[in-house]
Nanobody, 127 residues
Framework: QVQLVESGGGLVQAGDSLRLSCAAS????????MGWFRQAPGKEREFVAA????????YATDSVKGRFTISRDNAKNTVYLQMNSLQPEDTAVYYC????????????????????WGQGTQLTVSL
């Protein structure tokens, strides 16, 4: 059974940095694209970034581009989201997700393409 466990969320101030981690188990992690999504109160789940199995492609929405960086360590079965210059609008529950199919060559942002999800980690950014 695939399990994804996020960690690293918390309460920070605007301008701070934080790194989220997502530890995966239950299948060959290195074969799959991994994504980060977030959901703020009263809003739909939003794609943040994703990284292919080769780690050669990463994608972020305009709202986080230049501030967030996604990376992965296949030896540790872990995907990371480094977040810099955090703003109150980044406040949300952050979820990591694992792609439905292996060896995908392109980044996918549609949550329906992701089969497994973590429980989420809360990030709150105060002024």
């Amino acid at each position: 059974q695939v399990q994804l466990v996020e960690s690293g969320g918390g309460l920070v101030q605007a301008g701070d940095s934080l790194r989220l981690s997502c530890a995966a188990s239950g299948r060959t992690f290195s074969r799959y694209t991994m994504g980060w999504f977030r959901q703020a109160p009263g809003k739909e789940r939003e794609f943040v970034a994703a990284i292919t199995w080769r780690g050669e492609f990463a994608y972020a929405t305009d709202s986080v581009k230049g501030r967030f960086t996604i990376s992965r360590d296949n030896a540790k079965n872990t995907v990371y989201l480094q977040m810099n210059s955090l703003q109150p609008e980044d406040t949300a529950v952050y979820y990591c997700a694992a792609d439905r199919v292996p060896w995908r060559a392109v980044v996918v942002s549609n949550p329906a393409q992701y089969e497994y999800w973590g429980q989420g980690t809360q990030l709150t950014v105060s002024l």
